[in-house]
């Protein structure tokens, strides 16, 4: 059954707001537009799809608890995001990962994880933290330069 989050951070320059409708379907069939994110671990995105950065950030919410959801869904599972409606006058991309994170936490029973986001008044904006991820989206593969 679907069910929505509403993820809120209130601040002196506004806030970061996101409402997040999911459903989780206990199936690995690949149902269009969908990304598969980490072994039989499917995200399905919504109806009409959605901008690259909204994707590539509901993937990353949804890879920060991969292993966690895998081990309870063995047989593999598809989260299919129904809605993402973030307002354009505080709108940041890395909300939706944050948004992702409480939904996945929230309906899979999931421990806190050091996902989370302050705002910094020295710094004037929001501070992003992945737990154990220092830099999302980095390869952490190390490359050799051809001598």
């Keep these: 059954m679907a069910r929505t989050v509403r993820y809120r951070l209130r601040s002196p320059i506004g806030g970061l707001t996101a409402d997040l409708t999911a459903e989780i379907r206990q199936s690995t069939d690949s149902v269009a537009p969908d990304i598969q994110v980490y072994g039989k671990l ?61 939904w996945l936490r929230e309906e899979c029973g999931l421990p806190m994880n050091g996902v989370a986001a302050v705002f910094s008044a020295s710094a004037g904006d929001y501070v992003f933290s992945w737990g154990d991820v220092e830099n999302p989206f980095s390869d952490p593969t190390t490359r050799v330069r051809p001598a």
Excluded at 51 to 73: I, P, T, Y
Excluded at 78 to 85: C, N
């Design 42 to 102: 499917r995200l399905a995105l919504p109806p009409g799809g959605l901008h690259w950065k909204d994707a590539a950030w509901l993937s990353f919410g949804v890879a920060l608890n991969a292993r966690e959801v895998n081990a309870r869904f063995p047989d593999g599972v598809t989260i299919r995001v129904l809605a993402l409606d973030m307002p354009l006058s505080d709108y940041r991309a890395e909300v939706a990962a944050l948004a992702m994170d409480l």
